[in-house]
Nanobody
Framework: QVQLVESGGGLVQPGGSLRLSCAAS????????MGWYRQAPGKQRELVAT???????NYADFVKGRFTISRDNTKNTVYLQMSSLEYEDTAVYYC??????????????WGQGTQVTVSS
């Protein structure tokens, strides 16, 4: 019953910035962890960043301080601010929610994904 709606993907030049958003909806009481993953053509899906309800963050090494994850618990929304984008950042970015407390129990959910393309 939990759905994740993503937005903010698009085409950007190298060195540019994008801000991704993901809003969770449903009979939700709270969400323990929200995060972003990405998958490039021919590669496996990989973790980009996660953030807990308490604000603790975790980043993949390849982010190199370029990305910032944040969330608004009152809106059940997570954000990913991406700066200094490189060609290698081109991928489909997926939103994830884990430890989602609902009326039916605790569960997880994935978004449909949003395309980020870095090109000159």
């Amino acid at each position: 019953q939990v759905q994740l709606v993503e937005s903010g993907g698009g085409l950007v030049q190298p060195g540019g910035s994008l801000r991704l958003s993901c809003a969770a909806s449903g009979s939700i009481f709270s969400i323990r962890t929200m995060g972003w993953y990405r998958q490039a053509p021919g590669k496996q899906r990989e973790l980009v960043a996660t953030i807990t309800s308490g604000g603790s963050t975790n980043y993949a090494d390849f982010v190199k301080g370029r990305f910032t994850i944040s969330r608004d618990n009152t809106k059940n929304t997570v954000y990913l601010q991406m700066s200094s984008l490189e060609y290698e950042d081109t991928a489909v970015y997926y939103c994830n929610a884990a430890g989602v407390y609902t009326t039916a129990g605790v569960r997880g959910s994935w978004g449909q994904g949003t395309q980020v393309t870095v090109s000159s």
